[in-house]
């Protein structure tokens, strides 16, 4: 069984901060990439930033420049660093891990339960 753990949501003022983080648990062999999405109301859930083996990361053009993602490999965890929030970054913030449960499977996708990130105007 593999978990994904959030934390770090919240409501901030526009032009704020917050860090999310997203530790990994289980039976995990290795974890490949680690990422953030995102879903406001009414919208598709969307890739906001993403990081790989070789700390290779690539972001939504809406959030460069303001989130950095970053990772501890010896914890599983991934964390978010967002700054100069904006109102239309409201949503539910999701954890996602692509990872091996051994070192015969496959790769599958796992999903953290998610993180609501309010930003007032």
């Known amino acids: 069984q593999v978990q994904l753990v959030e934390s770090g949501g919240g409501l901030v003022q526009a032009g704020g901060s917050l860090r999310l983080s997203c530790a990994a648990s289980?039976?995990?062999?290795?974890?490949?990439?680690m990422g953030w999405y995102r879903q406001a109301p009414g919208k598709e859930r969307e890739m906001v930033a993403r990081i790989a083996s070789g700390d290779n990361t690539n972001y939504a053009d809406s959030v460069k420049g303001r989130f950095t993602i970053s990772r501890d490999n010896a914890k599983n965890t991934v964390y978010l660093q967002m700054n100069s929030l904006k109102p239309e970054d409201t949503a539910v913030y999701y954890c996602?891990?692509?990872?091996?449960?051994?070192?015969?499977?496959?790769?599958?996708?796992?999903w953290g339960q998610g993180t609501q990130v309010t930003v007032s105007s």
């Open positions: 289980g039976m995990i062999f290795s974890i490949n990439r």
């Open positions: 996602n891990a692509q990872l091996r449960r051994d070192y015969s499977d496959p790769s599958y996708s796992y």
